[in-house]
């Protein structure tokens, strides 16, 4: 039986790392790991996919991201032959962001936070992570490997002004019930985790273990 080739990619400002507990049988999947490239300036998301895109040496091949990386994912499709995308702890459409991300579009404010003023790795926990995460930074700081202010104001940008209208029906979503980063009740469609927070793929790894083959094989 030939392995279907897996790819893993991160969310904000995190490492593959965050994968390191998810476990696919290794007769059925061969798993690959993307991490976050340098954006160019004044980048866009398509371009961006394009080049992460150029990273993926398989056919066929099933995409799984988390986060902002979930977004990414869906725009790295253009350019792949996919089997299979899943997303994790992230959206499908504008739609989907929470109003204070709207509000941040509408008024452009995302283009004044002061990322370089800041702890970078409080404000990407907070990002990432959610605002209960600052409790727990030590346990989870191995996961945050990107503070450079460049790639974090160019990734809160994308993720802003991201402007998909339509809803790939393709695309299979995993979402967390009391995830607060995009709070389930602006997410339709999805496979619902009880209790999932926006970083279940840390702490609810089991679940993943126990669902994600089938998942992708169904």
């Known amino acids: 039986m030939k392995k279907i080739p897996v790819y893993l990619m991160p969310g904000l400002a995190t490492s593959a790392a965050i994968f390191e507990r998810i476990e696919l049988p290794e007769d059925k999947f061969e ?8 954006p160019l300036k004044k980048e866009s998301l398509k371009n961006y996919a ?7 040496l398989h056919d066929e ?5 988390v986060s902002f990386g979930g977004i990414l994912i869906q725009e790295m499709k253009e350019f792949l032959t996919i089997k299979k995308i899943i997303i994790i702890s992230s959206v499908k459409s504008w739609n989907e962001l929470p109003l ?8 452009k404010i995302y283009k004044v936070l002061p990322t370089s003023l800041v702890s970078k790795l409080n404000l990407i926990s ?4 959610g605002t209960l995460f600052k409790n727990r930074l030590e346990l989870y700081k191995k996961y945050l490997t990107i503070s450079d202010t460049n790639y974090l104001d160019w990734s809160i940008t994308q993720i ?7 809803v790939d029906p393709e695309i299979i979503h995993i979402h967390g019930t009391n995830d607060r980063v995009f709070p389930i009740k602006n997410c339709k469609n999805c496979i619902l985790v009880k209790d999932g927070t926006h970083i279940m793929i840390l702490n609810r790894f089991r679940w993943f273990n126990d669902h994600l083959t089938e998942i992708i094989l169904k």
């Open 31 to 38: 798993v690959f790991f993307l991490e976050w490239i340098e």
């Open 50 to 56: 394009q080049r992460m895109s150029k990273l993926v």
């Open 61 to 65: 091949v099933v995409l799984i991201g």
């Open 100 to 107: 204070k991300m709207k509000f941040a579009k509408a008024t």
């Open 126 to 129: 907070k990002l990432t992570f």
């Open 160 to 166: 802003v002004t991201w402007d998909r209208k339509i």
